[in-house]
C-alpha cells in the first residue's frame, strides 16, 4: 500500500509541475529572470529543468500532505507492535488490533 502511495504523488505533481511549467515560461523568458537583484547566468534549457523540478518538489510537497492528512483515525492510531511484542501494561497486548 506504501508503493502505491508513491505513486498518488509523484504522478499527478508531475503533470502538474509541467503544465505549472509551460505557464509560468509562456510568461517569462528565462533570460529576464533575476534572483537577489542578479540575473541568472544560465542556459535557457538549464533554467527550465530548474524550474520543472522546482514546481515537481511543490506540488509533491502538497499531494504528499493531502495523503497525509486523509488518514483514517484507524490509520493513525495503529499500533506498530505485534501483541506479543507489546510493553507489559499495554491494555491491547492480549488482542491482535487497536494501538498500546
Known amino acids: 500500500m506504501k508503493n502505491i502511495r508513491f505513486v498518488w504523488i509523484l504522478w499527478p505533481s508531475f503533470?502538474?509541475?509541467a503544465f505549472a511549467n509551460g505557464v509560468f515560461?509562456?510568461?517569462f523568458d528565462p533570460q529576464e529572470l533575476m534572483v537577489l537583484g542578479e540575473p541568472v547566468m544560465l542556459t535557457r534549457i538549464a533554467?527550465?529543468?530548474i524550474g520543472f523540478f522546482a514546481f515537481w518538489a511543490v506540488t509533491a510537497a502538497a499531494s504528499a500532505l493531502t495523503c497525509f492528512i486523509q488518514r483514517s483515525a484507524a490509520q493513525v492510531n495503529q499500533c506498530p507492535l505485534e501483541p506479543g511484542e507489546r510493553p507489559a501494561g499495554c491494555p491491547k497486548r492480549e488482542e491482535s488490533g487497536g494501538c498500546c
Open 15 to 17: 503533470i502538474v509541475a
Open 25 to 27: 515560461f509562456t510568461l
Open 47 to 49: 533554467v527550465y529543468s
